[in-house]
């Protein structure tokens, strides 16, 4: 049987740890972001799916923290007013993350870095897609089961439901509060779904809770650096960063 310490060396554990923290710092500046960098980040040291079952657990407890901060009313309004796209993500998701097991690293790879980059790039050129703040039931399922499919296969859902917001022209601070209900209702999903596909048994879960206290510490500095310093700014260079991982993990795929 193998031991944590066999498929987690120390080093690769204090990697692991600083970039849980950064991800979570992020995550406290703009609501989004740690799946992302945590894929990327450990996805440099170690396969693919064991970066994955890294960010399941920290990714749950920050955005069940993230939901809660306007109180539970506010939480359980959000999950109605989004409950198509909530609906149709969950469903998505759980089918799709028993397909984990049998891709290849290269192809998950690929379905993380091409639309991390792609939305990143997107976003620092200045697009931003509009439409009305109701959009039809049609368009909820589609764009739901789209980011479930996303979030099933490579643990991440934020690229497409920061566009869906956006495109809605959301409203800060209810933004704030809807990413993590989404993130949060995504995770709960997420987790069960891979103790269910195999990605999450007793050593890779011991290391998931391992990146708890770092995601939470960098959350809580995010959260006091965002009443500091200029929003859109501090955004605009965590894009820059993303993008920079996103094209990282295409070069991963395709090049080795």
């Known amino acids: ?18 970039v849980a923290f950064l991800a979570g710092v992020v995550k406290g500046v703009v609501g989004f972001a740690m799946p992302m960098i945590i894929i990327s980040g450990l996805s440099s040291v ?56 049998f891709l290849p690293g290269q192809v998950m ?14 976003q620092l050129l200045g697009w931003q897609a509009r439409m009305n703040r109701t959009p039809t039931r049609r368009f909820e399922v589609t764009f739901g089961a789209f980011t ?54 007793p050593v890779t879960m011991l290391f998931s809770l391992s990146m708890i206290p770092p995601a939470v510490l960098g959350m809580w500095i995010g959260g006091k650096i965002q009443d500091r310093i200029d929003h859109a700014t501090f955004r605009k260079a965590t894009l820059a960063v993303l993008l920079v991982g996103g094209l990282n993990l295409v070069r991963r795929a395709f090049l080795g």
């Open 46 to 101: 170690m396969a693919p799916g064991l970066a994955l079952a890294g960010l399941i657990l920290p990714t749950l407890v920050t955005n069940g923290m993230q939901a809660l901060r306007q109180g539970p009313a506010a939480a359980i309004a959000t999950v109605h007013r989004f409950r198509w796209f909530l609906g149709a993500g969950l469903l998505a998701m759980v089918s799709a993350a028993q397909l984990v097991t």
């Open 148 to 201: 479930g499919l996303v979030g099933g296969l490579a643990g991440i859902w934020g690229p497409p439901t920061v566009a869906y917001l956006t495109a809605l022209n959301t409203e800060k601070r209810e933004q704030m509060r809807v990413q993590g209900v989404i993130y949060g209702l995504g995770a709960v999903a997420l987790t069960l779904a891979h103790m269910v596909s195999g990605v999450l048994y």
């Open 109 to 122: 790879m690929a379905l993380i870095g091409i639309p991390v980059a792609a939305f990143a790039l997107a």
């Open 1 to 18: 049987m193998e031991s944590f310490f066999d498929v987690f060396p120390p080093i690769v554990l204090v990697l692991a740890t600083g």
